[in-house]
Nanobody, 125 residues
Framework: QAQLAESGGGLVQAGDSLRLSCAASARTFTMYAMGWFRQAQGKEREFVAGIGWNGENTTYADSVKGRFTISRDNVKNTVSLLMNTLKPEDTAVYFC??????????????????WGQGTRVTVTS
C-alpha cells in the first residue's frame, strides 16, 4: 500500500489560491488513481477531485468544478490540487487518497486503499 503525505494547507482569504501536494511512497504509484477528499467540521468526508493513473481521466465534485485542478507527476510520485477562487465553504481538512481502481471511475471512497493524514485549509471571508 502507498504511504501518503500531504502538504500545502494553510489560512487564506476568500478569492485566494492554494496548492496542495501529496507525496506517495509506493514504487507502484501508477497502479493507483489518486484523489482528494475533504472533511469539514461536523460533516462527513466528501470527494473533491480524482485523477486516473495516466492523468487522462479527471473527475471533480460539482462544488469545485472550474475552480480546482488536479494533476499528477508519475516520475516524482506526487499528486497536486490547485485551488483557485477559494470560498469559506472550502474550509476543511483535505485528504489525499490512493484508489485501487487505477482508472478512477468511481469516487465513493470505498475502494481507497490508502489515506494521507490530512492537511487543513481555512478560508476566511
Amino acid at each position: 500500500q502507498a504511504q501518503l503525505a500531504e502538504s500545502g494547507g494553510g489560512l487564506v482569504q476568500a478569492g485566494d489560491s492554494l496548492r496542495l501536494s501529496c507525496a506517495a511512497s509506493a514504487r507502484t504509484f501508477t497502479m493507483y488513481a489518486m484523489g482528494w477528499f475533504r472533511q469539514a467540521q461536523g460533516k462527513e468526508r466528501e470527494f473533491v477531485a480524482g485523477i486516473g493513473w495516466n492523468g487522462e481521466n479527471t473527475t471533480y465534485a460539482d462544488s469545485v468544478k472550474g475552480r480546482f485542478t488536479i494533476s499528477r507527476d508519475n516520475v516524482k510520485n506526487t499528486v497536486s490540487l490547485l485551488m483557485n477562487t477559494l470560498k469559506p465553504e472550502d474550509t476543511a481538512v483535505y485528504f489525499c487518497a490512493a484508489d485501487r481502481d487505477p482508472f478512477g471511475r468511481i469516487w465513493t471512497g470505498h475502494s481507497v486503499g490508502s489515506w494521507g493524514q490530512g492537511t487543513r485549509v481555512t478560508v476566511t471571508s
